[in-house]
Every structure is written in C-alpha cells, then in structure tokens.
C-alpha cells in the first residue's frame, strides 16, 4: 500500500525596511515533500508557488501602503509599528491515500487587528493531484449533512461561550457555503468561513469541525500534527 511522503517544513524570515526602520515583518512556514517522481514534485510546486505569491504580495502592494501609514506616522509625529505578514500550515489528516493540509495566512496592520484566511488541499499524495469534496462524499446528501454538522457545531459554540455569531449565521453559513473551503481531520471533515462572514472579526476565520463516521479517511488510523 505504501506510505504518504514525510512532510518537510521550510520556514524563512525577512524584515522590509525604509530608510534603516523595519517596516513590514515576513514570517512563513510551508510544507515539502520527501521523494522523487511527479506527484512529490506536484505537490511541493503548488506550495511554492502559494509561497511566491504571498511575497510578491507583501513585498510590493503591502510593502507601499505599511510605508505609506509609516510616512503619516511620522508626519502626526505617532508611533509606527512594523507590520507583520506570515503563512503557516499543519498537516490534518494523513491516511492511506489522502494527505489533507490546511494554511492560513495572517496580517497585522497598523491597526493591531489580524486580517486572516485559510485553505486547505486534500491530496492523493500517489497522483499528486488535489481532490474535491465530491469525491469523497457523495453529491446527493453532501450539502445537507455538511450543513446539519455546521449548525450543530456552532449551536454548541454558542452554547459555552468559546464562539460570538452573527444574529443571522445559520441563514449565511447556508449561503455562502462553497464546498472548496475544507481539509480533512481524522474524525471527519473540516469547513471554513471567511472572517466576517459569519461573525464579528475579532472571531476570525470561523471553522466547524463534522464528524462522519463511516467516512473512507476515518476507518483507517489518520493522525494531524502542527508546525
């Protein structure tokens, strides 16, 4: 059968400067993959590709405005705090066929507050090829019982504490459901809501976890770990 490549993490580091003061701080972690042949090769391109374009990102578009709100600073004679930009990920699910990994990219700007999103691929790591929600669950039933799992999920957010929902969550989590927004976890599946979509953005990038037993992933031994 075969085991899922290992999964190496790269990291790296750099801070953006003006006129000797930092400005904007990178921080980034990402996934490789051990091995030779086109699937390890696949899956270690999209994610540095994701890399670069985070870069290509915050170096040019973020870069100008942290140096134009550092310029305003100085000109209100206030305090600039560099802002900071990083990309991080975990490994969710592996399993005997399927390798899951979640990323989430985060932005502080002179405000303080994070700006955040997330994604996640679901892998056959033996193709090297991303695979869609449906075809791991079927197309029939999929929507209904992921949206069941939703509101369970967030009812009992609610229910300690640990969550503030909008008023109207349950009718928007309905709507702006997109079936590309997941990764697996050994017990089920994973879905994301984009910050503010469903709640106040002090919440950030909402996630509800479904279990689903009986699930392909979920009757072997999938483990999750972090960077």
Known sequence: MGEAPAVLWRGGKKTLTLCGGPVLEETLAWPEFEGKGRAVRRMTGYYRRLVRSCRLRWERETYC???LRLAACREESRVFRPWQAGLTGEVAMEGADLLS????LREVRGDGRPLLS???VTWDWKAGAPVPLGMLLPERSRRRQLLEGI???GEGE??????LLDPDWKEMARRDFRASRFCLR????ELFYPQCSLAPAVEGVLSFRVPLAGAAWTAGEGTASET
Do not use: D, F, T
């Open 65 to 67: 405005l942290a140096c």
């Open 101 to 104: 990994i979640r990323m989430e």
């Open 118 to 120: 997330c994604s996640g």
């Open 151 to 153: 509101r369970q999920a």
């Open 158 to 163: 609610l229910r300690s504490g640990s969550c």
């Open 186 to 189: 050994p017990e089920g599946i």
